[in-house]
């Protein structure tokens, strides 16, 4: 098991650093590829009318001016280590890990995404908790009713939410909720350590509304799982010895169904960690996700960079949580 986990966390890192090169790529080698010139990119950190003095001595500073791969080693070291900007006659300091400046606000990336991260952290792990719970419950309790009235019902709901897009399901929850029936009033995001009341009353609304969404497809993933299970012979065979029901459902057959979901949640939980952009958008969260959207809209590459790295992060270790706990759950993995 301990060799299996090394060779997961030495696979992670090889597929962040590819990660990183294609990103890095993406947003600096490819727009000189279209004709953007070293002037044009470092010009977006000066501002209006500069001198051809100025654009150059940003070049420079900034390292521009090198080769992409040079550039590219040198965006690894500011990670790592941090690195020193020089903008006119004082140098800044880029603390670790240091994306570097936005184009916009002249402002390190790092400290803007980790103080929107609360927001994220906060909204994706108040939801998942809502989804798993009622996404499963949900899909065992239909799986062992199949046709019931409550099975039809839930299906029903569960086909619903997955139907439905986020924008109509945020903003209608919304209408009901906050403005005809104001049961959830709508404010600005409370830190959980400084109002712990206020913290929740603020994130309730947009954790229902976005595990409606991922509840839905857990139930009827967990329903397709649990009659598959429940069909088989080891099943029948522990029915026969006598065992409770309760132990045959939990212990034998939804510990059997639980690796597909397991494998959803993490890709799941890993993507709304990099940001859920329409959540925050609809409820007006200023989280990693309205972030994302605000530097795309004002084409603040470093920003952009900085966010596409994060989500990368989180999805890569989310991945690597799911595959050790898939040799956890089933023996299988760690024979192989």
């Not at 098991?1 to 600096?28: C, D, E, K, N, P």
């Not at 001016?65 to 550039?71: A, C, G, I």
């Not at 040198?74 to 570097?100: M, R, S, T, W």
């Not at 809209?297 to 690597?320: E, K, Q, R």
Request: some cysteine; proline content about 5%; aromatic content about 12%.
């Amino acid at each position: 098991m301990f060799s299996y986990i090394i060779r997961r966390l030495i696979s992670a890192v090889i597929l962040l650093l590819i990660v990183s090169a294609v990103t890095f790529g993406i947003f600096f080698l490819l727009p000189k590829l279209a004709g953007q010139s070293t002037d044009q990119l470092a010009q977006q950190y000066i501002g209006k009318a500069p001198t051809a003095a100025d654009i150059a001595a940003v070049k420079k500073n900034l390292g521009l001016d090198k080769p992409v791969y040079e550039q590219y080693w040198d965006f690894l070291k500011g990670i790592f280590v941090g690195v020193d900007y020089k903008f006119g006659p004082e140098a800044a300091k880029c603390h670790v890990p240091c994306f570097g400046y936005s184009f916009k606000t002249h402002i390190e990336v790092w400290p803007e995404i980790q103080s929107r991260l609360p927001v994220t952290l906060s909204l994706a792990a108040g939801a998942a908790v809502l989804w798993v719970l009622s996404g499963v419950a949900t899909g065992v309790l239909s799986a062992l009713r199949p046709g019931s009235l409550f099975d039809r019902l839930a299906m029903g709901v569960a086909l619903a939410g997955v139907s439905l897009p986020m924008f109509f399901t945020g903003a209608l929850a919304l209408a009901l909720f906050t403005y005809q029936w104001p049961i959830f009033q709508r404010s600005d995001y409370v830190p959980l350590l400084d109002d712990p009341a206020g913290w929740a009353q603020t994130m309730v609304l947009p954790w229902v509304t976005l595990a409606f969404l991922y509840s839905a497809l857990y139930a009827r993933l967990t329903r397709a799982g649990m009659l598959e299970t429940l069909s088989e012979d080891y099943i029948r065979t522990a029915r026969a010895k006598g065992l409770r029901e309760r132990r045959v459902v939990i212990r034998h057959g939804l510990r059997a169904a639980l690796t597909p979901i397991i494998t959803v949640f993490g890709m799941d939980l890993g993507l709304l960690l990099g940001g859920a952009l329409i959540t925050e958008q609809v409820f007006s969260l200023k989280g990693v996700g309205a972030f994302a959207v605000d530097s795309i809209n004002a084409n603040d590459l470093p920003n952009i960079l900085g966010v596409t790295l994060l989500a990368a992060f989180f999805i890569v270790m989310c991945n690597l949580v799911v595959d050790v706990l898939y040799a956890a759950v089933d023996p299988r993995v760690r024979l192989s």
